[in-house]
T-cell receptor, first 112, second 111 residues
Framework: EADIYQTPRYLVIGTGKKITLECSQT?????MYWYQQDPGMELHLIHY???????EKGDLSSESTVSRIRTEHFPLTLESARPSHTSQYLC???????????FGEGSWLTVV | GENVEQHPSTLSVQEGDSAVIKCTYS??????FPWYKQELGKRPQLIID?????GEKKDQRIAVTLNKTAKHFSLHITETQPEDSAVYFC??????????FGKGTKLSVKP
């Protein structure tokens, strides 16, 4: 089982609140990703990072932002949550140059 | 860029039957093709993968085949069991790119 951890696992917040979803991995992987997924639906890449101080936007436009100050840590922040942000957010990681990615257990966000 | 099409979107089989899910890709430079299984409420997990220098790979009841000329690859599950019920995602990438996922196939295995 891959060692990639996400917190919180479940969160209900009010519209306009700021939220940070945490993701940490202990595998020493350089590359990390954030995917957005509605239940059982497509996986949408919203952000990725090649390593420290690297952040890139994914295929799906997102109002969230990410940072990569440490190799093992890749938090995602929503400055002002809206009901349209309600979804599951999956963090993932891989070795640089190797395309097998490992997913965290996901953070289920509900914005009311 | 790469585009991955996956069919069917839903598949229902009787326990013990075989299930086949097919994917096509557009970028001839793609050389890595994994399959992920996502059970209800859980994370996607890698179940099998294949690289472009191999035509077929098996792991117990699951197998993946790759046709580079036609740019398609398939997942085969034999002797299906209720615990095989899940959403399956195919993906493709080349060595420097991100995985591009198909839209998923919901497999239901009826006892």
């Amino acid at each position: 089982e891959a060692d990639i951890y996400q917190t919180p696992r479940y969160l209900v917040i009010g519209t306009g609140k700021k939220i940070t979803l945490e993701c940490s991995q202990t595998m020493g992987h350089d590359k990390m990703y954030w995917y957005q997924q509605d239940p059982g639906m497509e996986l949408h890449l919203i952000h990725y990072s090649y390593g420290v101080n690297s952040t890139e936007k994914g295929d799906l436009s997102s109002e969230s932002t990410v940072s990569r100050i440490r190799t093992e840590h890749f938090p995602l922040t929503l400055e002002s949550a809206r009901p349209s942000h309600t979804s599951q957010y999956l963090c993932a990681s891989s070795e640089l140059g190797r395309n097998t990615i490992y997913f965290g257990e996901g953070s289920w966000l509900t914005v009311v | 860029g790469e585009n991955v099409e996956q069919h069917p979107s839903t598949l229902s089989v009787q326990e013990g039957d075989s299930a086949v899910i097919k994917c096509t890709y557009s970028d001839s430079a793609s050389n890595y093709f994994p399959w992920y299984k996502q059970e209800l409420g859980k994370r996607p997990q890698l179940i099998i993968d294949i690289r472009s220098n191999v035509g077929e790979k098996k792991d117990q009841r699951i197998a993946v085949t790759l046709n580079k000329t036609a740019k398609h690859f398939s997942l085969h599950i034999t002797e299906t069991q209720p615990e095989d019920s899940a959403v399956y995602f195919c993906a493709a990438s080349h060595s420097q790119g991100n995985l591009i996922f198909g839209k998923g196939t919901k497999l239901s295995v009826k006892p």
